[in-house]
Every structure is written in C-alpha cells, then in structure tokens.
T-cell receptor
Framework: EAQVTQNPRYLITVTGKKLTVTCSQN?????MSWYRQDPGLGLRQIYY???????DKGDVPEGYKVSRKEKRNFPLILESPSPNQTSLYFC????????????FGQGTRLTVV | GENVEQHPSTLSVQEGDSAVIKCTYS??????FPWYKQELGKRPQLIID?????GEKKDQRIAVTLNKTAKHFSLHITETQPEDSAVYFC?????????????FGTGTRLTIIP
C-alpha cells in the first residue's frame, strides 16, 4: 500500500531534550516536506527536499533540522525543543514536482513542556 | 513569496445546500491550485485541483473555479452531506526553478447542519 509513515504519532517531551520525528514513504517520490499545523494558521512549511542530499528552508525553519540521506526517509530533528514548537506536524511527499498530489503522513502531535 | 488568503474561516450550511470557499493568491506565476480536505483527527487529502490553463473543473458534487486575472479561486460543494463536514485548505504552487513551494491557506471549518 502506497503511504507516508510518521513516527511517533504522539510525543510529550521536556524543553531542551533533542528529539527526532521520522518520516518514510514507499512511493519513490522525489519531493518531501515537513509542515506544522497550528489553529488559525493552517499548514506552514518547515523544510523541504527536492531530492537526496538536497534540502532547503520553508517558511518557518527556525529550531528545526532535516536530512535526506535516502530517497524514502526525511527525518525532522528538534535539537533543543521549546514550548512554542508544540504543534501538529505533518510530513508529505510528491512524485516529482509540486503540481502533483501531495500525500501526507498521519501526523505527529508534539507537546513540549 | 506567495501569500494565500482563505475565507471564511468557519462556515455552517444546512444539509443539501451549497457551500463556497474562496481563496486569493499573490504570485501571478503560481500555476497549480489544489484543495485538501482534513477530517477530524485525520491527515489532509486531496479532493480536487486545477491548473492555471483551466478556468473550471468539476468532480461530482465538488467544483473549483479559477480567475487568473483576479488571482482568486473557489471551491464549490453542492448538495452538501454530513460527511462533507471537515476543514478545507486551499493551496497555490509557486514554480520558481529550484525553489518551488506549495503555500496553504489558513483553512475553513465547514459544518453541515442536518
């Protein structure tokens, strides 16, 4: 089954404790991205990757890191989480360019206390 | 960069009536406009999209219209049903070479009243 898988689904952590949210897709998509969803603000792009070893900042990259060592995986890293990073996070992938359907993961609800 | 505004933020309609959600965009180079539906607790999923060389597209009860001159596009849902209750997001794709992005609106929470 074609899918985008994120883990974990829920995470509660403390300020400053490094964490990684994993994202994996099995559709051989080239484009992958991370979004955060906050009430009233919609989906805002954090980072994106157009291919292996190619990543770039989105609209809200501060406090986040990503890597794309393999085509299927695109982990999101929070080196020192802060409470303002409490949010719902979605990973998404698209076949090649963004004028094709974006497939979203199930979401990760992160709470930083 | 691209800026997408979406209205209204909430919308309630009687079952069977029509619902219209409107979006405007700022980048005249944007050329792809998808609409995503997010049911409560679920991931966003594509329901319909339109490209800049088309003025209207229809798929059963949903349709999207695009006015490139005015830089706005709209989602129309006819004969609404309870399962249409969800948050809807519009988006616009900026095709800047090497830096293409998909910018989303802030969402519309649609409630269908039985």
């Amino acid at each position: 089954e074609a899918q985008v898988t994120q883990n974990p689904r829920y995470l509660i952590t403390v300020t400053g404790k490094k964490l990684t949210v994993t994202c994996s897709q099995n559709m051989n998509h080239e484009y992958m991205s991370w979004y955060r969803q906050d009430p009233g603000l919609g989906l805002r792009q954090i980072y994106y990757s157009m291919n292996v070893e190619v990543t770039d900042k989105g609209d809200v990259p501060e406090g986040y890191k990503v890597s794309r060592k393999e085509k299927r995986n695109f982990p999101l890293i929070l080196e020192s989480p802060s409470p303002n990073q409490t949010s719902l996070y979605f990973c998404a992938s698209s076949l090649y360019r963004l004028d094709t359907e974006a497939f979203f993961g199930q979401g990760t609800r992160l709470t930083v206390v | 960069g691209e800026n997408v505004e979406q209205h209204p933020s909430t919308l309630s309609v009687q079952e069977g009536d029509s619902a219209v959600i409107k979006c405007t965009y700022s980048d005249s180079a944007s050329n792809y406009f998808p609409w995503y539906k997010q049911e409560l607790g679920k991931r966003p999923q594509l329901i319909i999209d339109i490209r800049s060389n088309v003025g209207e597209k229809k798929d059963q009860r949903i349709a999207v219209t695009l006015n490139k001159t005015a830089k706005h596009f709209s989602l129309h849902i006819t004969e609404t049903q309870p399962e249409d209750s969800a948050v809807y997001f519009c988006a616009a794709r900026s095709p800047n070479f090497g830096n293409e992005k998909l910018t989303f609106g802030t969402g519309t929470r649609l409630t269908i009243i039985p």
